[in-house]
């Protein structure tokens, strides 16, 4: 695949002006649901990973967590700063490749919970990468921990493709007009479907995986139904490991 657009200064200044921003006004929600899934205590380690400008991250930090934020963009990452100054919260924000987990992170089962949320790091990493990156993701977790993803549901794609859905790799050729129609954002994203995406959690080492519909503003344990835009897997790691 090729390079994530959020890696273009160009792009990703685009994308804080006009994606980020949209969704802004639902972190609130999608927290408190998360806060609810991951079980976190006072003073939970959380992992947020394709934290882009931190919205998220910042929000678990503001309610007393410790947040470690991972990224690919030094555009989103340096937004991603600037918020949480103004925020009055410490968030460890780190510019990385998540392909390169296990590199940057060496010590097992040292996170209360992890999220990977809006396409931002399953089925863009590449070829072969994003099994890899679901068993860093359970290396990472304590026992009993809880990891929560959302991805796009690849049975909406079977059923209606169009020209921009490629049935031999499963991959999307996503694009978003941007800057009044002026600029465009694109990505290839590999799309799994419901079962897919549990049996990677599965063979990755998760020992539940429950999957639902998701919509962004509005999280909640609801139906996964066919035409559904996004999914959510909610897994966690065996507690008797």
Known sequence: MPKSPWENEEMARLSLSSVDTK????????????EQELSLCPGARVLDLGCGAGRHSIELARRGYEVVGVDIS????EAAHERASAAGVKVEFICM??????ERFSDEASFDGAICLCESGLSVLGQHKDFRF?????????????FVLTGLNAIRRYRSPGPVFDFMTAVVHWSMPVNDGKDTLSEDIRVYTPSELRLMLKLAGFGEVEIYGTTPGNFGRSDLVI???EM???AKRSADI
């Open 23 to 34: 969704f802004l006004p639902g972190t609130a929600q999608e927290v408190d649901f998360l």
């Open 74 to 77: 030094p555009i989103m990452l």
């Open 97 to 102: 490749d998540l392909a390169d987990l296990s």
């Open 134 to 146: 679901l068993q860093n993701v359970h290396r990472l977790l304590k026992p009993g921990a809880s």
């Open 227 to 229: 035409d559904a835009i």
């Open 232 to 234: 959510m897997a909610i």
